[in-house]
């Protein structure tokens, strides 16, 4: 199997042997870390510029730019045994352990310091959910705790009684997050441009909803009964009002490119919206 960031790939063999190749600075160069990767290695997750190994045992192993996650050294107890999984934005990880405890490391500002919320991070964390520059966890209990960049999510205290309890699912663009609630109520924070902010469409998300699906700045949400709500950058997908005829029902699933959207019905009608040089204009094979 092969992975990538940027600038280099890394593979790995049948025996868990890892072999990296491409811009040495950037992860394609891991000649400092060898030793630790001629077996064992089970899968890769990478940032921008740093990849990061989980190996049989739980052990991380990690290489490149030391600013982009490269370096785990300040966290390297931590990550010596029991990591299950990796999640990562363009400039930090975030490991979690089999316990539920969560470690993190990369560009502070990115997600990789996590100290302001460290003890809601010590366990119970049930799922990760990232966008470009922060973090967003759902415990067991349905809490969400946030961290990384305010502007893109990582400060979610204007949503916080909202978010306490109850979410089951996190969705993300680029700068926001979508938490859906076991009643299907919607909320939202981050970037109000894209996405982080839907008071405009309050009432469509107060319940019901079963799916939400993201570009890079819009969010589309699919109603019990297949009814499609979008919220963020009109031009991206946000503002579906010139196709919502065709979005009241039925609705099953929705695919999108960067900044488009395709709505696919019971009926396998299309439905398409956004920016119409990516996808948002289907008229020509209608």
């Not at 063999?13 to 030793?35: A, N, Q, R």
């Not at 990478?46 to 490269?70: I, M, N, Q, R």
């Not at 959910?129 to 990384?148: H, I, L, P, R, Y």
Request: aromatic content about 8%; overall charge negative.
């Amino acid at each position: 199997e092969i992975f990538s960031n940027t600038y280099a790939f890394a593979a790995v063999k049948k025996g868990g042997e890892v072999v990296t190749w491409g811009d040495p600075d950037t992860g394609g160069d891991s000649s400092k870390v060898s030793s630790s990767l001629t077996s064992g290695v089970a899968t890769i997750y990478s940032t921008d510029a740093a990849f990061a190994a989980v190996k049989a045992d739980g052990h991380v192993v990690t290489w490149g730019d030391p600013d982009l996650g490269g370096s785990s050294r300040k966290v390297a107890g931590s990550l010596a045994s029991g990591v299950t999984a990796i999640y990562s934005n363009n400039a930090a990880f975030a490991a979690v352990k089999a316990d539920g405890q969560v470690v993190t490391w990369g560009d502070p500002d990115f997600g990789g310091n996590s100290s302001g919320v460290a003890d809601s991070l010590a366990a119970g964390v049930a799922a990760i959910c990232t966008n470009d520059s922060a973090f967003a966890v759902v415990k067991e209990g349905g809490q969400v705790v946030t961290w990384g960049d305010p502007d893109s999510g990582g400060d979610s205290s204007a949503v916080a009684d909202t978010i306490a309890t109850g979410v089951t699912a996190i969705y993300s663009t680029e700068t926001a997050f979508a938490a859906v609630k076991a009643d299907g109520q919607v909320v939202t924070w981050g970037d109000p441009d894209s996405g982080g902010d839907s008071s405009k469409v309050a009432g469509g998300l107060a319940a019901d909803v079963t799916d939400i699906y993201s570009n890079t700045c819009a969010f589309a949400a699919v109603k019990k009964d297949g009814k499609v709500v979008t919220w963020g950058d009109p031009g991206s997908g946000g503002d579906s009002s010139k196709v919502a005829g065709s979005l009241t029902s039925g609705v099953i699933a929705i695919y999108s490119t960067d900044t488009a959207f395709a709505a696919v019905k019971a009926d396998g009608h299309v439905v398409t919206w956004g920016d119409p040089d990516s996808g948002g204009d289907s008229s020509k094979v209608a």
